[in-house]
C-alpha cells in the first residue's frame, strides 16, 4: 500500500497520480503496464513514484482496494432506507449512475470497468485480480442486511446472491449506455425500472 508521502500530497495531485494509474493499468494490465507512462501522465519524476509506491504491483494493489471500497460504499449507502432487493436495486443504480456523474464533472474514473476488463485478459493479471480483489466480507454484509428485511428472511446465502445477479445483470446494459453517454440519466433509471418491473411482476403486469 502507499507510503505516507503519498497521503500527505494535495488532493489534487493524489488524483493525478490516481487517474494516471487507472489510465495505464486499464490500457495495458499490470504485466505490461510501463511506470514511465505512468509518471509521464501524472506530471511526476520517476523518483517520486518510488517514494510513494514500493512497485507497480503496490500501486495496483492501492487503485484496487479504493474502487473496492468505493463500490462497497455505494452499495451500504442504499441499505438504510431499502425496504426489499428491488427497492435496494433500484437505489443502488441510481447511486452508480450519480458517482458516474460526479465523476465525470471531476474528471476522474469511476468504478473503472476497463481496467477490470483489461486484467482479465492474461493468465497472470487474472490471477493477481482473483488473489487482490476479494469481496467475501461484502457479500457477508449483504447477506446480513437482507436477512433483516422481512421479505427476505427464509432466503439462504446462495438464493439472495442469485437473485441479486440477476436483477444487477438486467441493469448492466443501461449502464455501460450511460458510461459510453449514449442515453440520459433519466432514461437509464426508466429503462431499468422497466426491466426491474418484469422480473418483479411478469409481463402480463406491465
Do not use: W
Amino acid at each position: 500500500m502507499p507510503k505516507d508521502l503519498f497521503f500527505s500530497l494535495k488532493e489534487a495531485k493524489k488524483k493525478k497520480i490516481i487517474n494516471a494509474g487507472v489510465k495505464e493499468f486499464s490500457r495495458a494490465g499490470l504485466e505490461n503496464a510501463s511506470i514511465k507512462n505512468i509518471v509521464e501522465e501524472a506530471g511526476v519524476a520517476r523518483g517520486s513514484f518510488y517514494a510513494y509506491f514500493e512497485d507497480k504491483e503496490d500501486f495496483l494493489l492501492y487503485l484496487l482496494e479504493k474502487v473496492k471500497t468505493d463500490i462497497e460504499n455505494i452499495h451500504l449507502k442504499t441499505f438504510k432506507d431499502a425496504t426489499n432487493i428491488f427497492d435496494f436495486l433500484k437505489k443502488e443504480f441510481i447511486e452508480r449512475l450519480n458517482y458516474v456523474e460526479k465523476c465525470n464533472n471531476e474528471d476522474c474514473k469511476p468504478l473503472p470497468m476497463k481496467l477490470f476488463h483489461t486484467l482479465s485478459k492474461t493468465k497472470s493479471d487474472r490471477e493477481f485480480l482473483v488473489k487482490n480483489f476479494n469481496r467475501d466480507n461484502f457479500e457477508k454484509t449483504i447477506i446480513n442486511n437482507f436477512k433483516d428485511i422481512n421479505n427476505f428472511k427464509d432466503l439462504n446465502k446462495e438464493q439472495i446472491l442469485y437473485l441479486m445477479q440477476m436483477l444487477k445483470d438486467a441493469g448492466k446494459g443501461t449502464f455501460k449506455k450511460f458510461i459510453k453517454k449514449e442515453t440520459t440519466k433519466e432514461q437509464a433509471i426508466r429503462g431499468f425500472e422497466f426491466k426491474l418491473n418484469i422480473i418483479k411482476n411478469g409481463l402480463k403486469n406491465i
